[in-house]
């Protein structure tokens, strides 16, 4: 009878020791983190002229989750987005259509012989959202324009003889003369003498002129054709964004000041009281459960012994 007793309370302690380890090892096992998909990165961005809305483009592949796709609020440019729909676009095999791409180069001479040299007739282009290809120049969109004015300052003479004078006197000479609608002022004077005792003045007069001239030209072009790429099994996802204006931030008045001493007790950014037992970290709670495990097994087992010890 003694020995099943033995027996029987051996097998006891064993079950017990066992529900202890496992249930600590339950305490203590963190629950495993969910895998995060992969970023997704935006092939193209276009944004409306007023600023309320912002569509990103993703062509993504079989193997990429959309899930990745970024559908966080952003700000941007004194606006707050956010997220308003997602659309999904089964993209084809090949994808084409007409573009047509301003250009603008300067030039020196509005001569359209030497424009057109500095324009090519086909030219290589890449769209935005990535379809390539060949565009031909159209001659009838060829424009020049004048890009700007400059002035310019030169030195003029001119000279009048006045004959018949009876002495060599300058109150005859005039001061200053009209050329071409430019003044010009009196310099230097010569004397010759005629043959009846008169004078003849030879005068000499100056001044500037200025003028404008063109600094150059700025000649505009289209060029036209037919864009395309290859989608290999592409799905374009377009995130849709609406923004909304950000009022400015007001101004902290000098007396405006706050107390940090008077801290909201539940601000995340408070300091912690290190003897507040609420505030224990988790992973000291889990440390202590094996702790309390092994003391109730001892205890067990030592009321065990004591019972077999009284029954023999």
């Known amino acids: 009878m003694k020995r099943k007793t033995i027996t029987h309370a051996a097998r006891l302690l064993c079950v017990l020791a066992l529900a202890m380890t496992m249930t600590t090892a339950a305490f203590a096992a963190d629950p495993p983190e969910p895998a995060q998909p992969s970023p997704c990165y935006p092939t193209a961005v276009t944004r409306s002229e007023d600023g309320g809305e912002i569509r990103k483009m993703y062509d ?4 990429d989750d959309p899930a990745g796709i970024p ?47 500095l ?66 002022t009196l310099q230097t004077v010569n ?26 030209y700025t000649v505009t072009a289209d060029y036209a054709g037919t864009v395309s790429r290859i ?5 374009r996802y377009v995130a849709i964004f609406e923004g909304t204006a950000l009022e400015p931030t007001p101004t902290e008045e000098p007396g405006d000041t706050t107390d940090p001493s008077l801290t909201d007790p539940a601000d995340p950014t408070a300091p912690v009281d290190p003897t507040d037992p609420t505030d224990a970290p988790t992973g000291e709670k889990n440390s202590v459960l094996p702790v309390v495990a092994v003391v109730v097994v001892v205890l067990l087992g ?8 009284r029954r023999r």
């Open 60 to 63: 993504l592949g079989p193997e």
């Open 71 to 117: 559908r966080s609020d952003f700000e941007q440019e004194g606006y707050h987005y956010t997220l308003t729909d997602l659309l999904k676009q089964e993209l084809p095999a090949n994808e084409s259509r007409q573009h047509t791409e301003t250009v603008s180069v300067p030039s020196q001479s509005k001569d359209m012989g030497a424009v057109l040299a």
């Open 119 to 184: 324009l090519p007739q086909t030219k290589e282009f890449v769209t935005e959202d990535g379809l390539a290809g060949t565009l031909a120049l159209k001659l009838d969109t060829v424009k020049v324009e004048v890009a700007g004015y400059g002035s310019a300052t030169k030195s003029i003479t001119a000279t009048r003889t006045y004959p018949g004078l009876a002495d060599q006197d300058t109150q005859y000479i005039p001061k200053s003369i009209s050329d071409n609608g430019h003044s010009l």
């Open 191 to 216: 004397w010759q003498t005629e043959g009846d005792g008169h004078f003849t003045a030879v005068a000499s007069y100056s001044g500037s002129a200025t003028s404008s001239y063109v600094k150059g």
């Open 231 to 235: 989608n290999l099994n592409k799905i």
């Open 302 to 309: 030592g009321g065990a012994f004591y019972f077999i010890k």
